[in-house]
């Protein structure tokens, strides 16, 4: 059970466009879901909680304009990176968390290599 | 969001016990400890989590100390698979937004 899925895997654009990911919890509801973003040899860093039926909310500096996140359903957030530039290149982590009775548990997704040329 | 201190590195050998302390000196009466382990390019992988004294899994012991200040992640007879990075955190269920440290890297050697 606690499975996250993520697509695409990996994804490699050209500068200027735009790209989607999906992050889907897949044997629970999730009524929120976090992104992450994670550079080489380097931390995970928060970029943004999704809360289903209402609007993300981000964390200090990273913008909500390019970053943009719908959380349509119980199980499926989507996080459209506007204008991709090289520097948005990075490894994007989706997690979804799990609550109930005496455990509040964040699962992550298999991650998306976004690279941007 | 309760500040967490891990070692960045750990050796062992395969077959060992390795024992990975983190401090959360700072952690708050509604916050559990969670770990969570991570291959290069996968997403970090949930391992164990608890609120006070002990918890155990089939691949993993937390111990917890009174105080909670503290807790020790024990994964029994290491194997090569095993080299990554563990992540210890702490949050709650009002504050449920989990804040990576560096993690503690560690290898396992034949």
């Known amino acids: 059970g606690a499975v996250v899925s993520q697509h695409p895997s990996w994804v490699i654009c050209k500068s200027g466009t735009s790209v989607k990911i999906e992050c889907r919890s897949l044997d629970f509801q999730a009524t929120t879901m976090f992104w992450y973003r994670q550079f080489p040899k380097q931390s995970l860093m928060l970029m943004a909680t999704s809360n289903e039926g209402s609007k993300a909310t981000y964390e200090q500096g990273v913008e909500k304009d390019k970053f943009l996140i719908n959380h349509a359903s119980l199980t499926l957030s989507t996080l459209t990176v506007t204008s991709a530039h090289p520097e948005d290149s990075s490894f994007y982590i989706c997690s979804a968390r799990m609550s109930g009775g005496a455990t509040d548990t964040q699962y992550f997704g298999p991650g998306t290599r976004l690279t941007v040329l | 969001l309760a500040k967490t201190t891990q070692p960045i590195s750990m050796d062992s050998y395969e077959g060992q016990e390795v024992n990975i302390t983190c401090s959360h000196n700072n952690i708050a009466t509604n916050d559990y400890i969670t770990w969570y382990q991570q291959f290069p390019s996968q997403g970090p992988r949930f391992i164990i989590q608890?609120?006070?004294t002990k918890v155990t899994n089939e691949v993993a012991s937390l111990f917890i100390p009174a105080d909670r200040k503290s807790s020790t992640l024990s994964l029994p007879r290491v194997s090569l698979s095993d080299t990554a990075v563990y992540y210890c955190l702490v949050g709650g269920r009002n504050d449920y937004k989990l804040s990576f440290g560096a993690g503690t890297t560690v290898t396992v050697r034949a």
């Open positions: 608890g609120y006070k």
